[in-house]
């Protein structure tokens, strides 16, 4: 059998093979973040087509933390109903599923969330939306980390088999542990140990709501590939703070949180092109033992994937653009064909990011 169709295990969790649908923007919710009949029929097409965890486009744990329009929102207990069908349709259809909580901190704008300035760790303006953002009190920090901890009790209550922190591309707590959005004098400021503070409180806070034996998962940039940002140096130590405390998995990710530094790059048309954050999994793999990595970046062929699960370098794999176009491909794989993914990188699926939707720009011209 394939190293793509073993089962894993991701903590307590038991996953049927080693992909996971790495969270994605979909802007598929309600103006007010609730559900809706588009984005559950998404995750269940994604569950049909075998993809062993689906982890959903980030939910905002505050009102202040919504970063696009059309977002799911988490932050109160009205939400949960949507989460229960949305998890219940993901079971229904064979699938594990994955709710990525976050706060967009420095990256909103006040249009986005209600005339509000956005808040940061220091206020470092944003260069993409020109907004400078608060600093942030240390109530601030108080109500977040608990925000947090509520967002994932309401997420296990509602029956999803996980959560995912997401401290990566630049978001609020991603913006914390980096150099570049944090020049704090405090103790949430400084050192590696100091900028990842709040990472543990939140992850504390969680572990609190939903207990031991939770899967409890973090996305994280390896590199934020600014000149003065988090380095693979710090983002290791980083990390390995966290799996001394009992994280279940660790996805890997780069860039993203600023500039042109697009954790997503085009033109992946080669097999040598595939894995593009390999060098950072294999570097992670040094540190941290035996918690999971799951390797997110370009993946496109089985062969690819094959190499990087029968080598160690990670033991789960992460696909997000491919599975616009095909979310049946793990699907088409394990039936037998084995061509690569359709997707051509060309990132035109996140063009609407703005407005609404995540869709596949490609497979829509061919259609009309």
Not at 73 to 83: D, K, L, M, P
Not at 108 to 125: H, V
Not at 231 to 248: C, H, K, N, P, Y
Request: hydrophobic share 35%.
């Amino acid at each position: 059998m394939s190293a793509i169709f073993q089962p894993g295990k991701i903590g307590t969790l038991e996953i049927k093979n080693r992909i996971v649908r790495s969270a994605t923007y979909e802007g598929m919710a309600t103006a007010r973040g609730e559900m809706t009949q588009e984005l559950l029929s998404m995750s269940e097409e994604l569950a049909r087509g075998e993809v062993g965890l689906i982890i959903t486009g980030f939910s905002y744990v505050l009102a202040s933390g919504r970063g696009a329009p059309y977002m799911t929102a988490i932050y109160n207990n009205e939400h949960v109903t949507g989460f229960q069908e949305l998890a219940h349709r993901v079971h229904q259809a064979g699938g594990k599923i994955c709710a990525q909580l976050a706060h967009s901190g420095r990256k909103t704008t006040p249009e986005i969330i209600g005339g509000e300035t956005p808040m940061g760790p220091s206020p470092i303006p944003y260069t993409n939306s020109h907004t400078t953002p608060r600093e942030m009190t240390k109530d601030d920090i108080r109500e977040v980390v608990e925000a947090f901890g509520h967002a994932a009790r309401r997420v296990r209550e509602a029956g999803f088999d996980a959560v995912q922190l997401h401290c990566a591309h630049g978001y609020l707590l991603s913006a914390f542990i980096s150099p570049h959005s944090n020049n704090r004098t405090d103790e949430y400021g400084g050192t590696v140990e100091n900028r990842g503070r709040i990472v543990l409180e939140v992850y504390r806070a969680v572990r609190k709501m939903v207990g031991s034996k939770y899967p409890v998962l973090v996305k994280m940039n390896a590199e934020d590939l600014l000149e003065d940002g988090l380095t693979l140096e710090q983002s290791v130590r980083t990390a390995r703070m966290l799996t001394v405390r009992g994280i279940d998995a660790i996805e890997i990710s780069a860039g993203g949180a600023e500039g042109n530094t697009r954790s997503a790059r085009t033109d992946i048309n080669t097999p040598e092109n595939e894995a593009y954050l390999l060098p950072y999994a294999r570097e992670f793999k040094k540190h941290v033992g035996s918690v999971p990595l799951i390797l997110v970046g370009g993946m496109r062929s089985p062969e690819v994937i094959e190499k990087v699960l029968e080598e160690g370098d990670a033991e789960f794999v992460s696909m997000s653009r491919p599975l616009i176009w095909e979310p049946h491909l793990i699907k088409r794989w394990k039936e037998g064909d084995r061509e690569r993914a359709k997707c051509i990188s060309c990132n035109q699926c996140y063009s609407e990011v703005s407005t609404g939707t995540t869709y596949c720009h490609v497979l829509n011209k061919e259609q009309e």
